[in-house]
């Protein structure tokens, strides 16, 4: 039995009787009297038992966008139902009026909505259905709680597909649908044209030239088909906090843009999530179910405080790449992470693939180097210049083993790898 705010107001109503008649019996006649009417108001009110609940929820929604869990509260007892209901979810759900007041007769049935605005990745589990009746004076009352499971996947944002369009066009002139041709070395021949004044020599096709009297040049478009494999680093370095959020959460939206771009080129796409061991994988899918199955993947991917197993990554990059692949490391450029790791086994990916590095740039840390207020910020200053350095060192030894390096701030590394792949594309580097 539970009591409402009546119930307090009813035992209030007992003190100016107290004050006229102060017997000793008259607190404990009034006593007896309000747990009567409690006990009497309980006994008559709807059992929370005798109620049937539905929960309907969608199967997944895109991080910070609504979603509508659904309760549908039908009355099975014989007494009428005045209740408040609450629908329970995690904190990260951020539940938005999740207590609803219901008023069912016998055999009748209310839909209650509650508004989720999901502020996490990952499944959220929908917690017990907490029913709490009232009888009829209002002063108390019966509550119970019912497992009614529901799941909700929040899947990543992907707040970076607002680049997709201006790389989609850039896309297609290189793919020859657009009135541009892409001049020089590509990788597969497209046509024949007379060549204008900057065009290059080298691109002459002199038989044809011979046969036409004229000179003309060949063009060429990216070829299709392509491999790409998008390593996606969940280990410690990716649990760090640039701007208020986690990096891996930067190189998410890298990933799914990269993905985005690349599925739309023709160019088969598959994605790992990696620390020590598989976190997540994608692979085998295209056309409309690349993009949600990737979604779907990367939903439940979240840092681990472990060390990165990089000899377990080009194992496991060798093994489903047996073709010449562009291979994005989507992973942090620590000096100390690198060299003990990534530095050592590198050359085994670009013997056979083309490596690129992409990694969130920290723009704090960079703040730093201009502080000169006083001696704590001038020693800052210097550890955030010798940082810079220690980064710019090992980017250069990995240059020198063949990969290509990308550091951007966390809004800018979508874009900026979707570029980086654009431009080996023309060139005919894939």
Known sequence: MIFTWRAVVLAALGVPVVLVLPAAGTVLAWTLVV???????????????????ERDVPVSVRLTEPADSTLVVTNVG????????????PPSASARTDRHTVDVPPGDGRRLRTTLVPTRRGDAHADRVTIRTAGPLGVSGRQASLTVPGRLRVLPEFASRRHLPSRLARLRELDGRAAVQVRGPGTEFDSLREYVIGDDVRAIDWRATARRGDVVVRTWRPERDRRVMIVLDAARTSAVRVLDAPRIDASIEAALLLAALAGRAGDRVELLAFDRRVRARAAGVSGARLMPALADALANVHPELVETDWSGVVGEVRR???????????????????????????GQLTERHQVVLASVQDPEVDALRTGRADAAAVFDAAAAERAGLERAAVAQRLRQRGVEVLEALPDELAPRLADTYLALKAAGRL
């Open 320 to 346: 489903r790449m047996s073709q010449r692949a562009l291979v994005v490391l989507l992973t942090a450029l620590e000096p100390a992470a690198v060299e003990q790791g990534l530095l050592g086994v590198v």
């Open 78 to 89: 014989t007494r009428r139902l005045r209740a408040v209901v609450r629908d329970a979810w």
């Open 35 to 53: 747990a009567a009417v409690c006990v009497v108001d309980a006994v008559l009110a709807a059992s929370p038992r005798q109620v049937a609940v």
